[in-house]
């Protein structure tokens, strides 16, 4: 018996032995979370451009280097932002953080707690070893199309021109974003070194905005098609015409077609037509050239997708019709639905598939 007894201590000695070596390094991890990381190098000029209205408007980036990269140059992930064109900054969740350097503000708890950030999310490639960027771009109330889609690619172009300052690998770069910033990821991605949506912002003029690979979360792909697609099971089609077809709606102010009698809804109506008579034809024309669905060429780079079946505000159909035209013209990518998200967080499974794809396209060990 006490045999037994001496066993059972041993093993019970054993177990917390080796139990606590894995909490100690559980908690080395936790501390080691690079996603609430500062910026390497903070609030970085691209360039000071005009709005549309002549005041002058400076363009910036945060740039996070992992603190892992040695001599050899690190892949990079480009981050655009959402907010409808209308709102939102390049300093993403790091803003609430530059409120209050201290760590025991409401402000730092609340950001640190949040796992379902986008900005977040795809920050947490810093953890896999891949530099983080997060650019800005001016919103539809300062200027219209195309100069959002001209200060991505100038971000673009800037970061491979200053790619051996930073520590940076100039063919391993990738873009991504949520929402509008994933309608101008996406834009970007399929129109690299097109001279008509190049622009001049940030100089470089002669440096390539190619990028090998593009992730979209839930990004608009058609802007004239936006109403009529949305599932009427989740918002009225007198709501979501308003909300995409009117002269209020935020597609139409970042076309530059908002005043009395115009609206995305009347160019829709011009477009299926095919009235190219009317003075609005260059509008249309315009809506289209700023509508990845219609960009999308066999030299597209490979696109993960990621929309939630209960999204109220992008239609579904935007992302399938995107992953179609991919499809058919023959280029790689991986669409994911989670049938119960909405505009917005796309749960775990969605993110780690993504995270997976996107450590395997810039090559680097997930």
Request: proline residues 5%.
């Amino acid at each position: 018996m006490k045999r037994n007894w001496k066993k059972i201590a041993l093993t019970s000695l054993l177990s917390l032995t080796l139990t606590l070596p894995l909490a100690s390094y559980g908690q080395a991890a936790a501390q080691t979370d690079l996603t609430n990381m500062p910026p390497t190098y903070r609030d970085v000029l691209l360039d000071t451009v005009k709005n549309d209205n002549g005041a002058a408007r400076e363009l910036r980036m945060n740039i996070f280097i992992p603190p892992t990269a040695k001599k050899t140059a690190v892949p990079v992930l480009v981050y655009v932002h959402g907010g409808g064109w209308a709102k939102g900054s390049y300093e993403g969740d790091d803003a609430k953080k530059r409120l209050s350097e201290t760590p025991t503000s409401s402000q730092g708890a609340m950001m640190d707690k949040d796992n379902t950030s986008s900005y977040k999310i795809f920050k947490d490639v810093l953890n896999h070893g891949i530099a983080f960027v997060s650019v800005d771009y001016r919103l539809n109330s300062e200027a219209a199309l195309p100069a959002q889609i001209y200060d991505v690619k100038g971000a673009l172009r800037f970061l491979r021109a200053h790619a051996h300052e930073y520590g940076i690998d100039e063919s391993r770069m990738a873009i991504c974003g949520t929402s509008a910033g994933a309608h101008l990821a996406a834009e970007m991605a399929l129109t690299a070194n097109r001279p008509e949506l190049e622009g001049t912002v940030g100089g470089n003029s002669g440096v390539s905005s190619k990028v090998i690979a593009c992730v979209d979360y839930y990004g608009p792909t058609n802007l004239l098609t936006m109403a009529p697609e949305m599932d009427s099971r989740l918002q009225d089609p007198a709501q979501a015409a308003e909300t995409h077809d009117s002269t209020r709606a935020n597609e139409s102010i970042l076309l530059g077609f908002a005043g009395n009698g115009e609206g995305v809804g009347t160019l829709r109506k011009i477009s299926e037509a095919n009235d190219t008579a009317s003075p609005y034809w260059p509008m249309v024309e315009k809506a289209k050239l700023s509508s990845p669905a219609y960009q999308v060429t066999k030299d597209a780079p490979p696109f993960f997708i990621a929309h939630g079946g209960h999204d109220s505000l992008v239609p579904i159909q935007q992302s399938i019709s995107l992953q179609k035209a991919l499809t058919e013209a023959g280029v790689e990518n991986l669409f994911i639905c989670n049938s119960q998200a909405p505009h917005g967080y796309q749960g775990e499974d969605t993110n780690k598939a993504m995270m997976r794809w996107l450590c395997h396209k810039l090559n680097v060990k997930y």
